[in-house]
């Protein structure tokens, strides 16, 4: 369980159940009062070199942003929910476009009123709509410490339209299983070989954790769905991707075989990444590499379009050798 050094807190978070419930809760924990969880100062002063024990405070307040963001891929609308950032740190991870305020973990607590607009909008809508509520952060790993997964599955499923979908690279889903939930969420497994996972991955779940969790979801009745992501090119990359789809092949449930289906996305990386990688984590390989990647915008970057092209070649024909019978939603 995550035990944070420091609480940051808004002080009309105490105006909420939730966030009367989280100061209780770490009511032992030293406490800093903010006037924003957006924008603490005393974190954009911090450097790099400090990323790892930023992440390990805790910071709670009241989402003010609830604009959603079409998307076209597993939910029609990225939907603003409970949490922003993560406790894990993952050394690519596309929500550190600024690690002074997008690092560490960030909860809201006005759950009540993100739910209510979900609901609404799914109902006023002429089409059955999925809405995506774990862009910004894992829910999986949040539900460990505030139970909204839990909380929100037991309030939408009795809803007449819409469906969620999430995210995760945590095993911590017991206390959702026995849920009834009617197959409106959908739960997408990260996963990735082992040796990225130890690697690159840091603080998530293991990989043989992972499948169990996809094993016991499935059992459960929950839509699954596996994320073979990010992709990315080290040494012997490819070996390394086969053996983990020979893994999955082995040690997934006849259930889960029959029932899951795939995301494939390759790394993109970004110069924030690499600047807070050199001194966050020194010891930790590169995954960047300029004669693999080129320019994708401002200060990111992606693999070049002939690996890429080569990457999602090799990754097809090994996914159809070992999964004929599985839908691959997209390959990015």
Not at 51 to 57: A, I, R, S
Not at 73 to 93: E, I, N, Q, W
Not at 291 to 296: A, E, I, N, V
Request: contains cysteine; charged residues 30%; glycine residues 4%.
């Amino acid at each position: 369980m995550f035990k944070p050094n420091a609480i940051y807190f808004e002080k009309d978070i105490l105006n909420y159940e939730l966030g009367k419930k989280l100061m209780e809760k770490y009511e032992k924990t030293p406490k800093i009062e903010i006037q924003n969880h957006n924008n603490i100062e005393e974190m954009r002063k911090k450097s790099n070199k400090e990323f790892p024990q930023m992440k390990n405070n805790l910071i709670i307040g009241i989402r003010k942003t609830h604009k959603y963001v079409e998307n076209h891929k597993t939910s029609d609308f990225l939907v603003p929910y409970t949490s922003s950032g993560c406790t894990a740190s993952c050394m690519y991870c596309y929500l550190v476009c600024n690690y002074n305020k997008c690092a560490y973990l960030r909860l809201f607590v006005n759950r009540e009123q993100m739910l209510e607009k979900i609901i609404k909008t799914a109902e006023n809508s002429e089409k059955d709509l999925t809405f995506e509520i774990g862009s910004n952060s894992d829910l999986v790993l949040e539900n460990s410490i505030t139970g909204n997964l839990k909380w929100t599955i037991e309030n939408f499923a009795s809803t007449k339209k819409g469906k969620l979908t999430l995210p995760t690279k945590f095993d911590m889903i017991d206390d959702i299983l026995p849920l009834d939930h009617k197959g409106k969420i959908t739960i997408r497994m990260s996963v990735n070989p082992e040796y990225i996972i130890n690697r690159v991955e840091f603080g998530t779940s293991r990989l043989e954790k992972r499948i169990e969790a996809i094993n016991k979801l499935c059992e459960a009745g929950y839509p699954v769905g596996i994320l073979i992501a990010p992709v990315i090119m080290v040494e012997n990359w490819k070996e390394l991707y086969s053996k983990l789809i020979e893994e999955l092949a082995k040690k997934l449930s006849r259930k889960a075989v029959k029932q899951v289906f795939f995301e494939i996305i390759f790394m993109t990386y970004s110069f924030v990444h690499t600047k807070i990688n050199e001194e966050a984590f020194p010891n930790a390989i590169k995954i960047y590499d300029k004669d693999k990647m080129t320019g994708r915008g401002k200060g990111k970057y992606m693999y070049k379009n002939d690996l890429r092209e080569d990457g999602k070649k090799f990754l097809l024909e090994k996914m159809k050798k070992t999964f004929p019978n599985n839908v691959i939603e997209y390959i990015v």
